[in-house]
């Protein structure tokens, strides 16, 4: 043992929770629980006796074993080779674990998240020389992590002073010491290319800004209606079956972000394989890189131990708040919160808290809360902005938005995607509700697709939104009466409609042309399907019937377009809509010549 380190024993036991005896515990700190060394956190006092949630099933173990206090909370290893790295709920790389213990996690098994034998090419900050002061964030060099993210080396949160020595231009493994500091009070710190930082605890910036830029997704249905600010708080709630996993797997592949760490906490282990399979083969449509060079998961899966859950949340936290501190626009995907919170409960049963609604803790409103602040663009202490955007997957039981996760959830967060099951029996991916759905970010995202892409931008996706709102009360009253009652102005307004839900607002990601749709292309389709319905009312007040526009074929082809052509195709989607204006136009003239003959 350290001189950190403290031994104890284990008095108690039920499921995850183990009380021990252990002098000098504080809450919080890390523990090995029994003769096989389970990993465990404090979180319980009461005088010299702690309470402990093990990470690793307690099967076997007995009153009497051996538990030893480590000295440190929970921490995530900070440092080079986190990149295209897969990690188990306590950052332990799963692929290490395959070759030590298997196929299954051994019980207890300790290995370090970063490898210690792996030399980096430092490379020191040219403006940085021995004597001058540094703090907190401070860029000391720099390692070329893979050939997409260049990783700083920052000095950690809680140091600061004068530099008294910088490694120079070399190799070397994570455990060499780069650079020393002499503090205020004359004491000296050994800084290495990796830090711990304790996962529970915000990483400290230097002020928190407003988002000024979305985070774009390739996602017609939520780049262009319900935007999201890089560094701003979504979820997407919706029952099984509804597709939560393929929207996030999707805004994971094709994000404009720099940094994507997916968290997958608590999903169906056959949902995680299809991630740790495909993954590694798609490439980043912005890099032509491989997109594992800038992605990290976290895997733990529904079979894994339940309290893990619960810090998995925090091990990607952590790291994408490490990444935002260089200066990077990160997003971490959260599948899902809804098992995160289920592990709340279970160990708040446990522990004989009084349950509140539907058997969560009465502090689930404030963690949820504490977890979603956690995102944000901000000013770092040393290298510029830097980003967190936190997307959570909500899975609601039965589809239930009222339920305590889902709606204490919608009342955090700024972008809600709520997915339909009626739509996703519909076969209509993603099956967002453009109804229930909402954006905060609108106004904002605005600003940035009149500069980049169209001015018209905001006034054609408020028509739209409008166009469906009046869908919907039309469809009501064909329930009721039939199709019969409607005027040839509102079975066109139903068409035009239609037009919106499948030739935009429909995407395959199956499709290899589809699956990505570049802002502009997203704006060109809008822009086609609106046109078509424009140009198709005022020949409706022409006296031209509703039948005959229906029956065009180039409204057949207009719903085919988003696969016909790829985001590189936006000259042939205009020339197409001049085809078809072409082709309103021949019927007009055709029916005011018939007028004048009246």
Same mark, same amino acid.
């Given at each position: 043992?350290?001189?950190?380190?403290?031994?104890?024993?284990?008095?108690?036991?039920?499921?995850?929770?183990?009380?021990?005896?252990l002098?000098?515990?504080?809450?919080?700190?890390?523990?090995?629980?029994?003769?096989?060394?389970?990993i465990?956190?404090?979180?319980?006092?009461?005088?010299?006796?702690?309470?402990?949630q093990?990470?690793?099933?307690?099967?076997?173990?007995?009153?009497?074993?051996?538990?030893?206090?480590?000295?440190?909370?929970?921490?995530?290893?900070?440092?080079?080779?986190?990149?295209?790295?897969?990690?188990?709920?306590?950052?332990?790389?799963?692929?290490?674990?395959?070759?030590?213990?298997?196929?299954?996690?051994?019980?207890?098994?300790?290995?370090?998240?970063?490898?210690?034998?792996?030399?980096?090419?430092?490379?020191?900050?040219?403006?940085?020389?021995?004597?001058?002061?540094?703090?907190?964030?401070?860029?000391?060099?720099?390692?070329?992590?893979?050939?997409?993210?260049?990783?700083?080396?920052?000095?950690?949160?809680?140091?600061?002073?004068?530099?008294?020595?910088?490694?120079?231009?070399?190799?070397?493994?994570?455990?060499?010491?780069?650079?020393?500091?002499?503090?205020?009070?004359?004491?000296?710190?050994?800084?290495?290319?990796?830090?711990?930082?304790?996962?529970?605890?915000?990483?400290p910036?230097?002020r928190?800004?407003?988002?000024?830029?979305?985070?774009?997704?390739?996602?017609?249905?939520?780049?262009?209606?319900?935007?999201?600010?890089?560094?701003?708080?979504?979820?997407?709630?919706?029952?099984?079956?509804?597709?939560?996993?393929?929207?996030?797997?999707?805004?994971?592949?094709?994000?404009?972000?720099?940094?994507?760490?997916?968290?997958?906490?608590g999903?169906?282990?056959?949902?995680?394989v299809?991630?740790?399979?495909?993954?590694?083969?798609?490439?980043?449509?912005?890099?032509?890189?491989?997109?594992?060079?800038?992605?990290?998961?976290?895997?733990?899966?529904?079979?894994?131990?339940?309290?893990?859950?619960?810090a998995?949340?925090?091990?990607?936290?952590?790291?994408?708040?490490?990444?935002?501190?260089?200066?990077?626009?990160?997003?971490?995907?959260?599948?899902?919160?809804?098992?995160?919170?289920?592990?709340?409960?279970?160990?708040?049963?446990?522990?004989?808290?009084?349950?509140?609604? +539907?058997?969560?803790? /009465?502090?689930?409103?404030?963690? *949820? =809360?504490?977890?979603? &602040?956690? #995102?944000?663009? @901000?000013?770092?202490?040393?290298?510029?902005?830097?980003?967190?955007?936190?997307?959570?997957?909500?899975?609601?039981?039965?589809?239930?938005?009222?339920?305590?996760?889902?709606?204490?959830?919608?009342?955090?967060?700024?972008?809600?995607?709520?997915?339909?099951?009626?739509?996703?029996?519909?076969?209509?991916?993603?099956?967002?509700?453009?109804?229930?759905?909402?954006?905060?970010?609108?106004?904002?995202?605005?600003?940035?697709?009149?500069?980049?892409?169209?001015?018209?931008? +905001?006034?054609?996706? /408020?028509?739209?939104?409008?166009? *469906? =709102?009046?869908?919907? &009360?039309? #469809?009501?009253? @064909?329930?009721?009466v039939?199709?019969?009652?409607?005027?040839?102005?509102?079975?066109?307004?139903?068409?035009?409609?239609?037009?919106?839900?499948?030739?935009v607002?429909?995407?395959?990601?199956?499709?290899?042309?589809?699956?990505?749709?570049?802002?502009?292309?997203?704006?060109?389709?809008?822009?086609?399907?609106?046109?078509?319905?424009?140009?198709?009312?005022?020949?409706?007040?022409?006296?031209?019937?509703?039948?005959?526009?229906?029956?065009?074929?180039?409204?057949?082809k207009?719903r085919?377009?988003?696969?016909?052509?790829?985001?590189?195709q936006i000259?042939?989607?205009? #020339?197409?809509?001049?085809?078809?204006?072409?082709?309103?136009?021949?019927?007009?003239?055709?029916?005011?010549?018939?007028?004048?003959?009246?």
């Amino acid at each position: 043992m350290t001189e950190q380190q403290r031994s104890g024993v284990v008095r108690d036991i039920n499921g995850p929770i183990v009380t021990i005896d252990l002098p000098g515990a504080r809450s919080g700190e890390q523990v090995r629980i029994g003769e096989l060394g389970l990993i465990g956190e404090i979180i319980s006092l009461s005088g010299q006796q702690a309470v402990v949630q093990t990470y690793e099933s307690t099967d076997g173990v007995r009153p009497g074993e051996p538990a030893i206090g480590l000295g440190w909370p929970l921490s995530a290893e900070l440092g080079p080779g986190l990149m295209g790295g897969i990690f188990d709920g306590v950052q332990r790389p799963l692929e290490k674990i395959a070759l030590e213990s298997g196929d299954y996690i051994r019980r207890g098994l300790a290995l370090p998240a970063l490898d210690r034998e792996r030399r980096w090419p430092f490379v020191p900050q040219p403006e940085l020389s021995v004597g001058q002061r540094v703090g907190v964030g401070a860029v000391l060099g720099s390692v070329q992590e893979t050939a997409t993210v260049v990783h700083k080396v920052l000095v950690p949160p809680g140091i600061e002073g004068e530099l008294i020595e910088l490694a120079r231009a070399g190799d070397y493994d994570i455990e060499t010491v780069v650079a020393r500091v002499r503090d205020a009070r004359g004491g000296e710190h050994d800084l290495r290319l990796y830090h711990r930082w304790p996962v529970r605890k915000p990483r400290p910036y230097r002020r928190r800004d407003d988002g000024i830029s979305p985070l774009i997704t390739g996602q017609r249905v939520i780049d262009t209606f319900f935007p999201q600010l890089k560094g701003g708080k979504g979820a997407v709630p919706g029952p099984f079956g509804a597709g939560k996993t393929v929207v996030q797997q999707q805004i994971a592949r094709w994000s404009n972000a720099e940094i994507v760490i997916y968290v997958g906490c608590g999903e169906r282990g056959n949902e995680l394989v299809d991630v740790l399979e495909t993954f590694p083969k798609l490439e980043d449509p912005y890099t032509g890189r491989k997109l594992m060079e800038k992605t990290l998961l976290v895997a733990n899966t529904s079979n894994m131990p339940v309290v893990a859950r619960e810090a998995s949340i925090y091990i990607g936290l952590t790291m994408a708040e490490y990444y935002r501190d260089m200066g990077y626009d990160v997003v971490m995907l959260a599948d899902s919160t809804s098992r995160w919170a289920e592990a709340l409960r279970e160990v708040s049963g446990r522990l004989g808290q009084m349950p509140v609604e +539907e058997g969560y803790p /009465a502090y689930l409103a404030s963690r *949820l =809360a504490a977890v979603y &602040e956690r #995102a944000g663009r @901000v000013e770092t202490y040393g290298a510029g902005s830097g980003s967190v955007t936190l997307i959570g997957a909500v899975s609601p039981p039965g589809g239930d938005f009222s339920e305590p996760v889902t709606s204490h959830t919608k009342d955090i967060i700024e972008t809600f995607w709520a997915l339909s099951k009626e739509l996703a029996d519909a076969r209509h991916y993603p099956s967002i509700d453009w109804v229930t759905s909402f954006s905060a970010h609108v106004h904002t995202a605005a600003q940035w697709w009149h500069q980049e892409v169209d001015r018209n931008w +905001e006034q054609r996706r /408020a028509q739209a939104l409008a166009l *469906l =709102a009046r869908d919907a &009360e039309l #469809a009501r009253i @064909v329930n009721l009466v039939g199709p019969e009652a409607l005027s040839d102005a509102q079975r066109w307004q139903l068409e035009g409609a239609a037009l919106v839900k499948e030739g935009v607002l429909q995407q395959s990601a199956l499709d290899p042309v589809d699956t990505f749709c570049s802002p502009a292309k997203q704006f060109a389709l809008l822009d086609l399907a609106l046109s078509i319905y424009d140009r198709g009312m005022a020949l409706i007040e022409l006296g031209v019937p509703v039948r005959e526009l229906q029956e065009l074929p180039q409204l057949a082809k207009m719903r085919r377009c988003k696969s016909a052509y790829s985001s590189e195709q936006i000259e042939s989607i205009r #020339a197409f809509g001049q085809e078809i204006e072409q082709v309103f136009e021949s019927i007009r003239l055709e029916y005011a010549k018939q007028g004048e003959m009246v």
